[in-house]
């Protein structure tokens, strides 16, 4: 696969990369990070993602030229920790983007595998993993900045090297980019133990609808809250992983209200359970202890669907 996906690339000029929308640290950095390394190549990226970057991550040498729209022509689509063209959002209506080859990089298991070519492994932290590999195939060399951009999906993906997928396999590649002059501590204070105060503003609004029943926790986000919060980011801030830290919740759920009358979903588990198979099921997807997806209808709407789904997956497993 990554012979194919270095052909790809060799045959390119401009490739457009693309980042999934509420990006997190493994889609910027793996997207930053790519856009960098293909420039040592004499490749032209543009990087794109549908969604703004989050201020944390302004750290990173190169995330001022992400775009949220796309202007300038492209001969090849790099998707980056997405796991279904869904991700992509208003990116995939791009005139050329059927039209030129498609690599598809990503470590989600619900992975669709939509691309020409896929280098996907499930069996990995983070893309940024898969990310190093190809930059190595391609002898392409790490700098600084480079070693952060991809550490810094390390960090955000294991949580701080706390998920269960944190081998010493992944304790080598963080070894080897902090050799190439990325900061752990810089990294983790940035991009993990940073966010900003209207994000905990929302969730003191988001936790009065709070509520626990049957080993499951949910809260909800509407349009309202975020406006009385003044949090200009999408998604939930967060919440749903600190959710599923309750002692009396084995999964969280946290149903965010959009302005395109959809609600985005967060789903997570304490493991031993798969909310990847629940979000599959319903049009989304993830991993087994982090997954998503996003349904259309009112709050309630969505919950009545989701909630019962839930549900039935801790009767199945237990
Ligand atoms: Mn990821």
Known sequence: MLEQASRLIHSARRPLLICHLSPDGDAIGSLVGLGRGLRQLGLKPTLACPDPVPERFDYITGVEEVVEDVHDPFDLVITLDC?????????????????????????????LQFGDVNLVDSSVSSTVEIVLW?????????????????????????????TSNVTTQVMETTLRLMNAGASLPYITQHALDNRPTAAILLWKEALTTLQVQDRMIWASISLDMRRTA???????????SFLVSASDADVAAVFVERQD??????????????????????????????????????????????????????RQSR
């Open 83 to 111: 796991s279904d063209l869904e991700r992509v959002a208003h990116l995939a209506q791009l005139p050329a983007f059927g039209q030129v080859p498609l690599l598809n990089i990503d470590h989600h298991v619900t992975n």
């Open 134 to 162: 190809l930059l190595d195939y391609l002898a392409i060399s790490l700098d600084a900045e480079l070693a952060t951009c991809l550490l810094t999906g390390v960090v955000t993906d294991t949580r701080g090297f706390r």
């Open 261 to 314: 009358g959809r609600v985005e979903v967060g789903l997570r588990a304490v493991p031993g359970l798969d909310v990847a198979q629940v979000a599959l099921q319903l049009g989304g997807g993830g991993h087994t202890l982090a997954a998503g997806c996003s349904l259309p209808g009112s709050l309630a709407e969505v919950q009545s669907v989701v909630l019962p789904a839930l549900r039935a997956l801790m």
């Open 230 to 240: 003044g949090y200009m980011g999408n998604g939930d801030a967060g919440l749903v």
